[in-house]
């Protein structure tokens, strides 16, 4: 029942016959080996944190098992963040708002240089966060009335719409002439952004312009850039940003023409004009969030699961023989391989986790990449195994309050994603998947390509 574990290695840039001895220069070459000073800086940067590179997503896991055998809370001054990396005090911490605040959950990890602070201040930049960096009572007033537009009766109207994208977008990927495609560009891009857009009333031609947007937050927010870097970046944003002010403008608009339709924004005007205490402001805060937290996770995600289940032939073909499996799958790919590795709270008193002392003010990063293999509860836990009883105890959504308000949507997709491609392509092979390359990242661990080849004519 058990496959063999598979861990993503960076792409090499030199051919490993073309080795020089250490220290040894080679004719015609530069004689600084820069292989070797790039492993002796990140030797030094990681020493004394257990291996643990905060921004490095290649592979982060031999580095999070060190942590949570030998420091499993520890305060890592590169980043000014305690590392929490098991399971029962990630658990424990998310469970408890009222010590662990999550008001930091969105803050840039490094600090705004002056150059973008003037230019979002300039547009007029006023976001920060939709629900996941409110706390209570202000979460629970918007998160009550957010929540309603996340009905099943809305997923089911979706999924006709995502069946039909997907079977496209898998036909185009197949008309490859050489049989060669990256299934992340090719199909698990658009899927989760064309519905994310469809659901907030934008059409399918935005795509190139929110993906563009959402790169820039997560590089902003997540990322650790020179300020240099950041300008394109704020001015991204601040585009982004007046694009969900005017979405609201536009429903209240349409509420008052009488051509409104029944889009997520539009309905939460609705929910105002009815009565419901959320603002202009606030709504368009919502949107800022969707626009980004809807799409950019579960195109991970289903790159992810496509990625695990063929660099586990077994495992595919147990999906291909039965695809009743495939929520097993889906669970199994959360825990296993997370789109978030790492989340952010603050605590709000003197505190302490697992005897750590914590004081007022601390900024701490929950690692559920860590906990999500923690072998106190996932037995064998870097085994990857479809029929895994319990990994839909997984942490990937967070847990308590702030748990992920689009975790069935991010599913459904997938399933979906899974049940065409199974149906299009049964012998569909990924290419080299231990070379596949993971961004730069404190959060989001995700890969920039799936390469995959098949059968042509198959
Ligand atoms: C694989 C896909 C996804 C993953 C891994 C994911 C993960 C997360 C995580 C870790 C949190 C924070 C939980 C916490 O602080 O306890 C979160 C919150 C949230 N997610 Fe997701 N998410 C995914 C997909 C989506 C989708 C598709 C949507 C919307 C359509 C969405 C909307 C939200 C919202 C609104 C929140 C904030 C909830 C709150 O603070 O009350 N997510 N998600």
Partial sequence: MNAQPVTAQPATTQP?????????????????????????AAAESTAGHHGYSPFDMNDPFPAYAELREEEPVMFDERIGYYVVSRYADIKAVFDNWVVFSSENAQAPVRPRGAAATKIMADGGFTAYSGLSARVPPEHTRMRTIVQQEFSP??????????????????????????????????????????????????????????KKWS????????????????????????????????????????????????????DL???????????????????????????????????????????????WQKLVEDPRRIAGAIDETLRYSPSIVGWRRKALVDTEI??????????????????????????????????RANARTHLSFGFGIHYCLGNMLA????????????????????????????????????????????????
Avoid at 175 to 190: C, Q, S, T, W
Avoid at 286 to 305: M, Q
Avoid at 428 to 454: K, M, Q, Y
């Fill in 354 to 387: 697992a005897g750590t002392a914590i004081p007022k003010g601390a900024n701490i990063l929950l690692l559920m990449g860590a906990a999500n293999r923690d072998p106190s509860v996932f037995e064998d836990p870097e085994v990857f195994d479809i029929e």
């Fill in 411 to 458: 599913k459904l997709q997938d399933k979906i994603v899974v049940e065409e491609t199974i149906r299009a392509v049964p012998g569909l092979r990924i290419v080299d998947p231990e070379a596949i390359v993971f961004g730069d990242n404190l959060s989001f661990r995700a890969p920039t390509s799936v390469p995959v080849t098949w059968e042509a004519n198959a």
């Fill in 153 to 210: 009766r809305r997923y089911k109207a979706l999924e006709p719409t995502i069946r039909e994208n997907t079977a496209r977008l898998l036909a185009q990927m197949l008309a490859h002439p050489d049989a060669r495609g990256d299934f992340l560009k090719d199909v698990a891009v658009d899927i989760p952004t064309i519905t994310i857009l469809g659901l907030l009333g934008v059409g399918p031609d935005m795509v190139p312009t929110y």
């Fill in 16 to 40: 490993a016959a073309a080795q020089p001895a250490p220290g040894q220069p080679v004719a015609g070459q530069c004689p600084v080996d820069h292989r070797a000073l790039a492993a002796a």
């Fill in 269 to 315: 005007v609705r929910a105002q004009l009815a009565g419901g205490e959320i603002s202009d402001h606030e709504i368009a805060s919502v949107c800022y969030s969707l626009l980004f937290a809807g799409h950019e996770t579960t195109t991970t995600l289903i790159s992810n699961t496509i990625r695990m289940l063929l660099s586990h032939p077994g495992e």
């Fill in 215 to 266: 790169d820039s937050r997560a590089a902003m927010t997540w990322g650790d850039l020179s300020d240099e870097e950041q300008i394109p970046h704020a001015h991204n944003l601040v585009d982004y940003w007046t694009e969900c002010r005017r979405l609201v403008s536009a429903a209240h608009e349409a509420i008052g023409a009488g051509t409104a339709g029944t889009d997520l924004v539009t």
